[in-house]
């Protein structure tokens, strides 16, 4: 791990040839290197191998609560069925709802961030990388423990928002929606300690050169989408806190008959709820964005208008809350406002894929799986924004507030605006990660399979929603006349699980026996293709310097290097926020277990307080130690450090 | 670099060298400022939604406080006076650290604590002198969230302060700690700053209206 250790590697005594590359290996990348074996796993904070465990999970957390959606089209596949009772059904709507928004989404396209933006800005790593590693247990532990409350048979049951006074102390019994709250804890600590590092690394750590107006557009969604998650956040942070208050200590946040109100809930939820759909949304417009730019094989155009679009969503997703709410006692005029808003918030979506059309239009189009995702993405995102446009408009949303014309409408929404990027950018990226490409026939039977199994599964539930058909119900009778339709329905159920199966064998097949990709198989214009697939530890050696936006197409982009940083200490180059100029060196800290600690810590902490309020006291006391031990600094990592210190 | 053919190309010159760099920044250009201010702006926006709350619960009743007294003023004003006293020896710490002055930071951050104790000392008191409970009703559960919260924090900020003092006194040193204790300091700012409306909201609102 450090240089002088590996001194021996060539003395005489017989080594193995495994240890023999461990050594050579850590002499090659210093400190940024890991340990071996499995206590170097667990101390890791290079961005790219939490990165990837983050992807890896929340992945596992999207087939956990497809599963669990699997179950439901089973008990909805015909009419009075009896093989879930509504004690589960409600668990199993909660779960998956809790599951894919906070457990899958949001954090997976964080996690891509994690991966990626350090990669794309050409640094070394991602700002505190202690935190990463941090958020990411923390993350883990709490998606754990959801999973744990449903397969015992005390999941929450109040529906994804949970609202009150059904959550609530009188009519939510039992812990069920306690193990929600605390869930939304969890997600919270593991998003925001993200967002920050993201906002740092972009502003901070951009390879010399990169000014802002030469970022990639993926980074730019990265960045607008962490700044709304440091203003959406905290709004959940209070609400699940003080949910888990009202319940377990007795306060009237939400209790009418002592001066509280039930209605608050909604506004603290939907008001972090509404700009969670872009946060979801944005990444996905990032991935758009990179993908239509590889494939078109020219730079995207109108660079400008679509950073100003992505900033502008990210403002305009803070006045559409109360969109949610249009079945409540809201002011009539209020509402006229949330519905101009609603309407306008289309216009830098439109902007952004006129701009990608113009791109493709006047590009060279190669048809590889990537781009196959983002052509599906264009087609259901916009069926999905149309069914928005209708539900923005009060007497209509009034109609078909909770029938399954909004479920239709809001899976059109995510899993066009987020799920079919996502899927484009795994194979993008796929061979950055491995160093090998998903299979393109395989890669093509996924696409379709989806896109299709897709609509048929979703485009019913429009007209089963028109029909009168309410959401969340365990089963109907057969009378009702809903019973063809949601046999299709579950029958394009089956036709999406047999596609992400097809992926999920794809990844595993090419994982072992994939062509070999090289440095960069899409001949693409980012910094990530201009290091190894997989990079290596501290990714560039030496780090870039660039001059140009697209940095490996254009003569000259890349104009040099970055000389004269240590390997141990690993250092890196802080620049400057506008300019990207060098302005100093700083030696990152070093992997360490104490992450891992700390996040042990913090789960005793909100999973006990979920029981008893006095754990806030006593369980702060171990993470205090735990954070101690984080911060103290080792003598001889001081001592290196200090060989290299110089004054401003 | 290794490996396969790339656009990139290894005979160029050098474009930076940065071995001659500083290793360490104040202020706006280190990484420490940055993730310092991340989280003011995620406990300020935390902090406005507190208040939000309290005025919400405030529009759904017709008195207010309902049926209590309001809080007595002795305890949050004194705590007032107490932390608008600390920004002077916080505002010596940041400096002294700014110009690497051990001495003047270990001074610093010792008067800095102990005026930190005191304060949560004066904010148990506080607690005693609210006149209602978090389970009374929903004005009392808002005064108790908004107070819980600024004591959270007070108190993670005294502990902050007294394990960078100590690393300070006893602990191996190089110069960018010092950057740590001027960013800790920020923050003290931001706890202080916090304060002001917190305590209109709590101590001034409920005698206004």
Not at chain 1, 339 to 366: D, E, H, K, N, Y
Not at chain 1, 437 to 463: K, Y
Not at chain 1, 523 to 530: G, I, K, P, V
Not at chain 2, 86 to 92: D, F, T
Request: hydrophobic share 55%; net charge neutral; with cysteine.
């Amino acid at each position: 791990m450090n240089v002088d250790a590996t001194a021996g590697a060539l003395a005489p005594e017989p080594r193995s040839e495994a240890s023999v590359a461990e050594l050579l290996h850590a002499r090659r990348f210093g400190a940024w290197a890991d340990a071996p074996g499995w206590l170097g796993a667990l101390c890791t904070i290079d961005h790219k191998r939490v990165g990837r465990r983050f992807i890896v999970t929340a992945f596992g957390f999207f087939i956990a609560g497809g599963a669990v959606a699997g179950l439901m089209r089973l008990q909805l596949a015909r009419p009075d069925s009896t093989l879930i009772g509504p004690d589960l059904y409600n668990q199993l709507f909660t779960v998956h709802g809790t599951s894919m928004m906070f457990v899958f989404a949001v954090p997976i396209m964080q996690a891509m961030g994690v991966y990626f933006v350090p990669l794309m800005v050409g640094a070394r790593n991602i700002a505190f990388p202690r935190l990463i590693a941090y958020a990411y247990w923390v993350y883990l532990f709490g998606g754990l423990m959801l999973y744990a409350a449903l397969v015992l048979g005390i999941g929450p049951d109040a529906g994804w928002f949970s609202y009150t006074p059904l959550a609530g102390p009188q009519y939510g019994v039992g812990k069920r929606s306690d193990f929600w709250a605390q869930l939304i804890t969890f997600t919270e600590v593991s998003g925001l300690l993200i967002a920050v590092a993201v906002i740092t690394t972009v502003f901070k750590l951009r390879a010399p050169g990169m000014t802002l107006n030469r970022m990639p557009l993926f980074v730019w969604s990265l960045l607008v989408a962490s700044f709304m998650i440091v203003f959406a956040l905290p709004s959940v942070m209070i609400a699940s806190t003080t949910l888990i208050l009202d319940r377990l200590v007795g306060t009237h946040f939400f209790n009418p008959a002592e001066g509280g109100d039930a209605l608050l809930w909604q506004h603290l939820f939907w008001f972090f709820g509404h700009p969670e759909v872009y946060l979801i949304f944005l990444p996905g417009l990032g991935f758009v964005s990179t993908i239509v730019v590889t494939f078109a094989r020219r730079p995207v155009f109108g660079y400008v208008a679509i950073v100003l679009s992505l900033i502008a969503t990210g403002f305009l997703a803070f006045g559409l809350w109360v969109h949610h709410m249009f079945a409540t006692n809201v002011p009539e005029l209020g509402k006229s406002f949330f519905t101009a808003a609603s309407m306008v918030i289309a216009i830098p979506t439109a902007t952004q894929l006129f701009c990608w059309i113009a791109t493709l239009w006047t590009g060279r189009i190669v048809v590889r799986t990537p781009l196959l995702f983002v052509l599906g993405f264009f087609f259901i995102l916009v069926l999905g924004g149309l069914t928005g446009i209708m539900l923005a408009a009060v007497p209509l949303d009034l109609q078909l507030h909770d029938t399954f014309f909004v479920v239709a409408h809001l899976h059109y929404v995510l899993i066009g605006g987020g799920v079919f990027p996502l899927f484009g950018a795994f194979y993008y990226w796929f061979p950055k990660v491995t160093g090998r490409m998903l299979d393109e026939t395989l890669g093509r039977w996924n696409f379709w399979l989806f896109f299709i199994g897709f609509n048929v599964a979703f485009f019913p539930m429009h007209i089963l929603g028109l029909q009168g058909m309410p959401r969340r119900v365990y089963t109907y009778a057969a009378e009702t006349g809903w019973g063809p339709l949601n046999l299709v329905a579950s029958l394009g159920a089956v036709i999406v699980v047999a596609s992400v199966l097809l992926f999920v064998v794809n990844v595993v097949r090419s994982y072992r026996i994939g062509a070999h990709a090289g440095a960069n198989p899409w001949r693409a214009s980012t910094l990530e293709w201009a290091t190894d697939s997989p990079p290596p530890p501290g990714n560039f050696h030496p780090p870039l310097a660039v001059t140009r936006g697209a940095p490996l197409w254009e003569r000259g982009g890349v104009s040099g290097f970055v000389e004269g940083l240590a390997n141990d200490p690993p250092e890196v180059l802080v620049t400057t926020l506008l300019d990207a100029s060098p302005h100093h060196r700083l030696a990152f800290p070093t992997p360490t277990i104490w992450p891992l600690l700390a996040a042990i810590a913090t789960t005793v902490l909100f999973i006990a307080s979920i029981f008893t309020p006095w754990a806030v006291v006593w369980g702060s006391i171990p993470v205090a130690i735990t954070l101690i031990g984080w911060f103290w600094p080792r003598r001889d990592e001081t001592k290196k450090r200090l060989r290299l210190e110089r004054l401003p | 670099m290794t490996g396969d053919a790339r656009v990139v190309d290894t005979n160029r010159p050098v474009a930076v060298d940065a071995s001659w760099l500083p290793n360490h920044a104040f202020g706006h250009h280190s990484l420490m400022w940055w993730g310092t201010v991340g989280v003011m702006a995620i406990e300020g926006m935390a902090f406005a939604i507190a208040i939000l709350m309290y005025v919400y619960v405030w529009t759904r009743l017709d008195a207010w406080p309902p049926d209590v007294l309001p809080p007595d003023l002795r305890f949050g004003t004194l705590n007032l006076a107490i932390l608008a006293a600390s920004l002077l020896p916080n505002a010596y710490t940041k400096r002294a650290a700014e110009r690497y002055d051990l001495r003047g930071v270990r001074i610093g951050m010792s008067v800095c604590l102990a005026f930190g104790v005191a304060f949560i000392a004066v904010r148990v008191l506080e607690f005693t002198a609210l006149n209602v409970s978090w389970d009374t009703n929903a004005y009392g559960s808002a005064v108790y969230l908004l107070l819980g919260l600024h004591t959270t924090h007070l108190v993670t900020d005294v502990a902050d302060t007294a394990v960078l003092a100590a690393l300070m006194l006893t602990g191996p040193l190089e110069k960018s700690r010092f950057v740590d204790v001027s960013e800790n300091a920020l923050y003290w700012y931001f706890v202080v700053a916090a304060w002001v409306p917190i305590y209109v909201v709590i101590y001034l609102l409920p005698r206004w209206l």
